[in-house]
């Protein structure tokens, strides 16, 4: 399979734990995204990487959450201290070079975080 | 920031219905595209439209890109049980940190009976 792949799918923790989530994209895709999802909602912009170069931040990303893209390959996202309302679906999206626009995302399947 | 409106929220179907949905925006959108999420899975890209009155299929699906770039609507024809998810339109909105980013509606769930 080379679509974009995430793991864990599901993570359960108590409150105050930190997780971290793991995103390969496809692979030639120079940029990569991390949404959240609630229940309900749709998919919400946390951050993106140019290759290792993280470009932005969304201001629904506290200092709790960090995203790292060491080689421009993988990425992980870790979320310290974990809170209830940390919980929700992380979808890590991929495009590949030359996107026409922005928008055109391969998104994995996500990873379902419930923090107890 | 620039939200995205979808109706309707749910819609139930017999098997064989045509489907219509759509999304509007108080702000205008450059491009618009249309997303179908399965349970529990990541959503997937149907259709994109960069152009404002494009009109765009694939298969059963088409979608149009209104002429005032505030709306679109997506239709499903001759729906089958597969068809069962959740559909959401996106868009690039400016970010506030000089980028532009998808944003996403709340979705139109859609149910279709056998």
């Known amino acids: 399979d080379t679509g974009v792949s995430q793991n864990p799918r599901h993570k359960i923790t108590k409150r105050g734990q930190n997780v971290t989530f793991r995103c390969d994209p496809i692979s030639e895709h120079n940029r990569l995204y991390w949404y959240r999802q609630t229940l309900g909602q749709g998919p919400e912009f946390l951050t993106y990487?140019?290759?290792?170069?993280?470009?932005?931040k969304s201001r629904l990303l506290s200092d709790r959450f960090s995203a790292e893209r060491p080689k421009g390959s993988f990425s992980t996202l870790e979320i310290q201290r974990t809170e209830q309302g940390d919980s929700a679906m992380y979808l890590c999206?991929?495009?590949?070079?030359?996107?026409?626009?922005?928008?055109?995302?391969?998104f994995g399947e996500g990873s379902r975080l419930t923090v107890l | 920031g620039q939200q995205l409106n979808q109706s309707p929220q749910s819609m139930f179907i017999q098997e064989g219905e045509d489907v219509s949905m759509n999304c509007t925006s108080s702000?205008?959108?450059?491009?618009w595209l249309w997303y179908k999420q399965d349970p529990g899975e990541g959503p997937v890209l149907l259709i994109a439209?960069?152009?404002?009155?494009e009109l765009t299929s694939n298969g059963r699906l088409t979608a149009q890109f209104g002429i005032t770039r505030k709306d679109s609507f997506l239709n499903i024809s001759a729906s089958i049980p597969s068809d069962v998810g959740i559909y959401f339109c996106a868009g690039p909105a400016y970010s506030g940190a000089g980028s532009y980013q998808l944003t996403f509606g709340k979705g139109t769930k859609l149910s279709v009976i056998p």
């Open positions: 702000s205008i959108f450059n491009t």
């Open positions: 439209l960069y152009k404002a009155g």
């Open positions: 999206a991929s495009t590949p070079v030359g996107t026409r626009a922005t928008g055109e995302l391969f």
């Open positions: 990487f140019q290759n290792e170069a993280q470009l932005e």
